[in-house]
């Protein structure tokens, strides 16, 4: 069952066009990495699949509906269904806010629990997040980047969305912290069910966690498929590139 | 005077020799300790890699050696550089050496470019202060400069840092580094915040040049795949302090320390996320369309 989906979108600034025909769609419980390069169109295409901006043409859809983005009601379900993690772990998370408020705040602005509900929900998400029990009465500076991205996930999951969206979730992160986000990211899918959808210019990162890979161009879908057999057969000198620019350790 | 020091290198002595390096932050009992006892040298042709994750003070190494520690950091042990010592030295005495001894591009080339300033004109002004060129002279200069980084467009000497693209700022920080054609130039995470397409052409165009110049170069990183590709000996460092040395090679197949053992393991981790997928692919060549993605 396709539980998010972009369906034949176009998006442009002003008469700059940036996606053109784009369609992606996420089942249940999927994975679905994007990759190209910078000015592909990847973040565009995920403000979209977020609600953050409207297609030009063709549709975004959440569970079969389209998004309306002025309709607060139908945008609060939908954001119970759709969380959402950046790239920047430092400036993604309020430096003024305890990190217990800041988990917190998607379960009060969407009114899913407060008060001691709330406070438990939050405990539950920083330990499924692999962070200490009072990591939730300090601050965002005195977490190393990979722990803010930890923090970034537990106030994206708290709410039990269905679907995560992942915008370039570890390449601000040295390799080490790198492939501990992703083993944690693949394990709260294998717990929780959670689709993903994970934009990256990294193809390392996408073959670790994704089923399936679409790879843009200019704004256009140029190959689309199972991870592996993007990986081992592309069909397009692009994603050639792409593949071939990963630096590999000698063997 | 750093001129003649340079000449008797090419002799054999080490263009850098870093001997029991610490960097300190405050005074007395307070002092913290950054970087305690590093020692390494580099000869002109060798490429040295420093790796270890955020804080573990490859920055601050490469930074002290040329005295351009932040207000608050202090430098001891020994850096000699082109044959003068560093670590200690005065303003007078270091600035003769940044630019000819030793040059540095960093990681993002936004913060080391002058935004209000056409790029043409930031690579003339080491073209001018180091190589004392002039008018139609200089303009040559600022173009071969150019096309040698693979910015052949001669209009881009005139754009704002801003006007260009990531890969294409990068290009010009490195020609404004080699501007005053260094004997070692220092790499500190050149491609980090760059996309891996613009990265490789970036790595293979500071490969070319290293090369082409016989330079040494000093290449700091957190990407182990990274510095593998780009030096021979590496130092690990961690907590400010080296924990394994050797040749890229050595530590890649044998690694003596657990951290450096833990790095290779993550570094194959991600190569195995794309060999695995590999793998599967040509194991099973005639299902590949068919049920591939099941495990990838």
């Known amino acids: 069952m396709t539980v998010l989906e972009a369906a034949n979108v176009d998006f442009a600034y002003g008469r700059r066009p940036i996606l053109h025909g784009v369609s992606l769609r996420l089942g249940a419980g999927e994975s679905v990495g994007v990759v190209g390069e910078s000015g592909a169109g990847k973040s565009t295409l995920l403000s979209l699949l977020l609600g953050l901006a409207a297609p030009s043409a063709g549709a975004v859809r959440f569970d079969g509906e389209p998004l309306r983005l002025r309709d607060r009601a139908a945008m609060r379900r939908f954001r119970s269904g759709v969380q959402a993690v950046f790239q920047d772990p430092y400036s993604s998370l309020d430096p003024r806010q305890r990190i217990d408020r800041i988990v917190a705040e998607p379960l009060e602005s969407l009114g899913i629990a407060q008060g001691a509900d709330a406070a438990a929900r939050v405990r539950a998400a920083l330990t499924s997040v692999g962070l200490p029990e009072d990591a939730a009465l300090r601050y965002p500076h005195e977490f190393s980047g990979g722990q803010r991205q930890r923090i970034a996930i537990a106030r994206a999951t708290v709410v039990r969305p269905r679907v995560l969206v992942a915008d370039e979730p570890v390449s601000a992160l040295d390799v080490s912290t790198r492939t501990q986000v992703i083993d944690l990211v693949n394990e709260l899918r294998a717990t929780t069910g959670l689709a993903l959808v994970m934009v990256s210019h990294d193809l390392g990162a996408v073959a670790a966690t994704c089923e399936r890979t679409l790879v843009l161009e200019g704004g256009r879908v140029v190959e689309e498929g199972p991870t592996a057999r993007i990986l081992t057969a592309p069909r397009e000198d692009y994603t050639r590139r792409l593949i071939s620019a990963i630096p590999r350790l000698p063997v | ?296």
């Open chain 2, 1 to 296: 005077m750093s001129v003649q020091v340079g000449e008797r290198e090419s002799a054999g002595a080490p263009l850098l020799s870093v001997d029991g390096l610490t960097v300190s932050a405050g005074d007395g009992a307070e002092a913290a300790e950054l970087v305690r006892g590093i020692s390494f040298s580099i000869a002109a042709g060798e490429r040295v890699g420093l790796i270890g994750e955020s804080g573990s003070g490859k920055s601050l190494t490469a930074l002290a050696i040329a005295g351009l520690l932040p207000a608050g950091l202090t430098a001891g042990g020994s850096a000699l550089l082109g044959g003068v010592e560093t670590i200690g030295a005065s303003e007078a005495e270091l600035r003769p050496l940044r630019g000819p001894a030793i040059g540095f591009v960093f990681q993002e080339p936004l913060t080391a470019l002058d935004p209000l300033m056409r790029v043409g004109k930031q690579i003339a002004e080491p073209l001018r202060r180091h190589r004392r060129l002039r008018g139609a002279e200089l303009d040559r200069a600022v173009a071969e400069s150019l096309a040698e980084v693979r910015l052949e467009d001669p209009r881009l000497a005139r754009a704002y840092p801003h006007e260009l693209s990531g890969g294409q700022r990068q290009r010009i920080a490195i020609a404004i580094a080699l501007a005053a054609r260094p004997k070692l130039l220092v790499a500190d995470e050149p491609t980090t915040a760059l996309d891996v397409t613009v990265q490789a052409e970036v790595l293979g165009l500071l490969d070319r040049l290293v090369a082409e110049r016989g330079m040494g170069l000093l290449f700091i990183s957190h990407d182990l795949a990274v510095v593998a590709q780009q030096t021979s000996r590496v130092l690990v460092l961690r907590g400010g302090e080296a924990v394994e040395r050797g040749t890229v090679a050595d530590l890649v197949r044998a690694p003596q320390h657990p951290y450096t053992a833990q790095l290779v393991a993550h570094a194959r981790a991600l190569d195995a996320a794309l060999d695995g997928a590999a793998d599967g692919g040509s194991a099973a060549e005639d299902d590949r369309g068919r049920d591939a993605g099941g495990d990838a």
